[in-house]
């Protein structure tokens, strides 16, 4: 009797311990990440206002720019939080820009430009994944970049229809960072191989500071929508 006592307690006290190393060591739980290769097609624009801070100059043409389309390019890491949130982390190669068209209607005289502004930027996102097995999210964050060069390409043609065109790759007064915020919203498509996936989206980037320094004499904020194609790697 005392061997089955002895035996009993120490049973007991075996799954006691287990038990206590069970509720003090809780599993870890892990969630799916996502590598992906993502190009953005975008529509580009800007606001642009005098710096009435410095020294008030009026627009001129300028104040007659439209959008101009472009690419963007970007790698990066989705990682999961939970089942339904993730941190989105990219390093991505950023234009923005705008451009300027005029004809006149009198003779063949034309001009216009399309400018491009050029970043490494650091987009930062936070997505909601509405259900692990529904493809659609949505995301919002906040996109760092520092500035990296600037190309302005400019055609125009004479009274007789001569052509000419000149690039200018320099321009002074341009800010080295600036900050946008980004919206974003999409769905991610399973491939069967590999865990691959395609995503495709709809974006929104609007820039909270100037790209110009504080004595220049405009205030420029870019500002674009686009469509974003990716391809995801899940682990």
Not at 2 to 23: E, R
Not at 174 to 179: D, N, P
Request: net charge positive; hydrophobic share 35%.
């Amino acid at each position: 009797m005392k061997f089955f006592t002895t035996l009993f307690i120490c049973i007991f006290c075996s799954l006691l311990n287990a038990q206590i190393t069970t509720v003090t060591k809780p599993i870890k739980k892990t969630y799916s990440s996502r590598f992906y290769v993502e190009s953005q097609r975008m529509q580009m624009g800007r606001t642009l206002v005098s710096n009435e801070a410095f020294l008030p100059i009026p627009l001129g043409i300028r104040a007659q720019e439209s959008t101009l389309t472009l690419w963007s390019h970007q790698v990066g890491l989705s990682a999961g939080l939970t089942p339904h949130l993730f941190i989105d982390g990219a390093v991505a190669w950023q234009q923005n820009g705008e451009s300027f068209q005029w004809k006149s209607s009198s003779s063949d005289s034309s001009f216009a430009y399309q400018i491009r502004y050029r970043y490494l930027a650091m987009p930062l996102q936070l997505k909601f994944q509405i259900h692990p097995k529904v493809p659609f999210y949505i995301g919002a964050g906040l996109v760092p970049a520092l500035y990296q060069s600037y190309r302005q390409d400019l055609q125009w043609s004479d009274s007789l229809g001569a052509k000419y065109h000149d690039q200018i790759k320099e321009i002074e007064g341009m800010q080295s960072f600036i900050l946008s915020y980004q919206l974003s919203g999409g769905i991610e498509l399973p491939l069967k191989k590999n865990n691959m996936g395609l995503r495709i989206g709809g974006l929104y980037r609007q820039q909270l500071t100037s790209s110009y320094n504080p004595y220049s004499a405009y205030i420029h904020k870019s500002k674009g929508w686009g469509i974003s194609f990716a391809l995801t790697k899940k682990f």
